[in-house]
């Protein structure tokens, strides 16, 4: 999927995602990522650069061997991002820490790609003030992806 002006984001399931329906990932993704381009954080940006990002959903396992071979973690994490523009989630994780959040796992697996998209803009969650400000935009892109569409002219919307 691509959207002018903006790399192509190709999800690609390695785990078993059985309860996420991968085409409207994909769709929320194509939504959310403009709003991720706007978000820019205070590191250097890759993001913009980039001409295609490509989302690994794998298992625990699997995430937890990266995790070990490149933060020397060997422990299960949500996400992790690579400046050139590789995002690996786990939608074990997801399954896990969605409901405690509020979310489904679907809406959690897409929280996790926002989050890795903002890294690939430049956000980081190391220190205060940036994380809560990475979250915060986080969590507003996905508010207004999952949000249904209304009609601008309602009542509602004026």
Known sequence: MSHAGAPEVEIFPHADCAGIALDLLASKVLAALPF??????????????????????????TIARVHGEFMDDP?????ITFH?????VSVDTARREGPGHGNTPADETLLYI????????????????DRTAMH???????????????????????
């Open 36 to 61: 991720c381009l706007d978000s820019r954080g205070g590191e250097e940006p890759v993001l913009p650069e980039l001409t295609e990002v490509e989302v690994s959903l794998v298992d625990d396992e």
């Open 75 to 79: 422990t299960p994490t949500d996400v």
């Open 84 to 88: 050139h523009g590789e995002i690996l």
């Open 114 to 129: 926002i989050h890795g998209l903002l890294h690939l803009n430049g956000h980081t969650d190391l220190r205060e003030p």
């Open 136 to 158: 915060q935009a986080q969590e507003s892109i996905l508010d207004r992806v999952r949000r249904p569409v209304t009609d601008p002219l309602s009542d509602e919307n004026r």
